[in-house]
């Protein structure tokens, strides 16, 4: 199994997740033609994608997700809660799960839904699992729950939130409600949360952290950096940071 971001932050998220000849995105936070474009620099046709998975509503997670279903007629993978919402127009092949699914499998990779603490309807966050390995998937949550610390533990690649820096966002250009809402217990997660988290993990079996969502106006990649290293130096051969521009490059799980 391996996978590769198309792109994070609050303009748009997407991830990959392969194994064989079943292909996985996770959200879809792209206009269409863009995600086209940058399955293509993966060496991806989107009409060899087996399914769209969606976490929750909000429209950086799942702005491309209708029109690239409905193009190439991709089953999507969808929370009652996120489908009652609406905003992916009508789908093709809508299989509803629930927030607390029991794991069920698109071809050869295993998926595991879970609930998050975050201001959506039903939102969830996934850990993919195949022949022995594991991808845990973290972002969107205002706060850590035991539930989540079970769910990530001793996985072998980790997708994690580290969105913003408490202080760049209280002093930064969004407005109180704003501030309030990202830095609340149903927003994101800030660089200490997520670095508390990582901290409590068995980190024995993790392969890679690939860092996501990190706030363009409310955070810089060197201060999750130096988060992160300051508290687990010895995550540094294994720590990437996506970002919103680019493509990342496949990571082996």
């Not at 997740?17 to 293509?40: K, N, P, Q, V």
């Not at 975050?118 to 996934?126: C, G, K, N, T, W």
């Not at 949360?193 to 993790?206: E, K, S």
Request: proline share 7%; glycine share 10%; hydrophobic share 35%.
């Amino acid at each position: 199994m391996r996978f590769a971001s198309l792109g994070s932050g609050s303009r748009g998220n997407a991830t990959l997740i392969e194994c064989g000849t079943t292909r996985l995105l996770l959200d879809c936070g792209f206009a269409a033609r863009e995600t086209e474009r940058r399955l293509g620099l993966l060496g991806v046709a989107p009409e060899s994608l087996s399914a769209i998975l969606v976490t929750h509503e909000h429209q950086d997670h799942i702005k491309g997700v209708g029109p690239l279903a409905r193009r190439y007629d991709l089953p999507v993978w969808i929370t009652h809660g996120t489908y009652r919402q609406g905003r992916c127009g009508e789908l093709p092949d809508p299989q509803l799960i629930h927030s607390h699914q029991a794991p069920f499998r698109i071809g050869a990779i295993n998926v595991q839904p879970y609930p998050v603490p975050h201001d959506a309807r039903e939102p969830v966050q996934y850990v993919f699992s195949s022949a022995g390995t594991s991808l845990g998937v973290l972002t969107d949550s205002g706060s850590i729950t035991p539930h989540i610390q079970q769910m990530l533990a001793g996985c072998h690649a980790l997708l994690l939130e580290f969105n913003h820096d408490l202080a760049m966002l209280n002093s930064g250009p969004y407005p109180p409600s704003l501030q309030r809402r990202v830095g609340g217990r149903l927003g994101h997660l800030n660089n200490e949360q997520a670095v508390g988290l990582l901290a409590d993990l068995d980190h024995a079996r993790l392969r890679h952290l690939v860092v996501a969502h990190v706030s363009e106006q409310n955070n810089d990649p060197d201060k999750v950096r130096d988060t992160i290293l300051s508290r687990l130096p010895e995550l540094a051969p294994r720590l990437t940071l996506t970002s919103q521009g680019e493509v990342s490059p496949w990571f082996e799980v």
